[in-house]
């Protein structure tokens, strides 16, 4: 397949541009096109409608920083719930702290977890035989809402805001959030590169200072996401959760005996001390919420 190429122009007057070694997948579902191709650089490379999802070579950064922050600051986390992750990669770092009692995954679409059981397998296959991993296909912010269930951490982990989507990004959903975390919980979020995505992060915030004590961020650097620092948005009721202290982190992390390839402790300390442009957004967000 010599002169194929990929497109993404989710960012207006920006263009990235995959070279394709051979088409893997390519099928439209009841909610998205799917099509799944390899590249020399990146491994199997996801896209849906057009935009990157999950590459093999840099997915550990993104599901690392979504996963072990939240539940290594939460420090006794048994409940956890995924909303959207369909590729699986967020459950499987989840799965890997042996206190977590129940990992509850809500997705729209059973087509992308089949199609990811069966071609990202290499990263998710332990997922699929672990007693704790619970499936539900249901839409997210609906699930949210109505359930009686109460968890510790809430990672979501969703396209952007455009879509089957879109509907992640609401007040309402991180209402619905809120109603289904236990007291001292937290809710992280993925909210797009701040260079090229500002409205949707400085929005998230205003959405989160009108529901939870704390609202703001912490950042990752994803090749795969183009633009720079990949925020994460960050909201709970317990204004000390991101401020854990160093020494305490490292004996979590100790005692969880997890690889990682990306996360450490100091990592995670570092990664709320944000770069003045975005810590300008997460302000922004604040005073208009």
Not at 261 to 273: C, G, I, Q, S
């Amino acid at each position: 397949m010599s002169g194929l190429f990929f497109n993404e122009t989710l960012y207006p007057g920006v263009e990235v541009k995959y070279a394709c070694d051979d088409i893997l997948f390519q099928d439209r579902s009841e909610h998205q096109d799917l099509v799944l191709f390899t590249n020399p650089v990146f491994g199997k490379v996801l896209m849906l409608d057009g935009i990157t999802q999950v590459t093999t070579a840099d997915e550990f950064i993104y599901h690392e920083m979504m996963a072990h922050v939240p539940i290594l600051a939460h420090g006794a986390a048994r409940e956890v719930l995924i909303v959207g992750g369909g590729d699986c990669g967020m459950a499987e770092e989840a799965l890997k702290h042996k206190g977590v009692e129940r990992l509850t995954q809500v997705e729209i679409d059973d087509a992308v977890v089949d199609f990811s059981k069966a071609h990202f397998a290499d990263f998710n296959a332990s997922v699929f035989a672990d007693d704790r991993f619970d499936l539900v296909i249901a839409d997210g912010a609906r699930y949210v809402a109505e359930t009686d269930r109460r968890f510790d951490v809430v990672m979501v982990d969703s396209t952007d805001p455009m879509g089957p989507g879109a509907v992640l990004f609401t007040q309402e959903f991180y209402r619905g959030v809120h109603h289904c975390l236990k007291p001292g919980g937290v809710l992280v979020t993925q909210n797009g590169v701040p260079f090229l995505q500002k409205s949707e992060l400085v929005t998230s915030i205003r959405h989160f200072s009108q529901i939870y004590k704390d609202a703001s961020a912490y950042v990752a650097a994803i090749p795969t996401y183009f633009g720079g620092h990949m925020a994460l948005g960050w909201a709970s009721d317990d204004t000390l959760l991101r401020r854990v202290p160093l020494e305490v982190l490292e004996q979590r992390f100790e005692e969880a005996a997890i690889d990682t390839r990306y996360y450490l402790p100091d990592v995670h300390a570092a990664a709320f001390a944000l770069p003045r442009f975005i810590r300008d957004a997460v302000e922004e967000g604040r005073k208009a919420g």
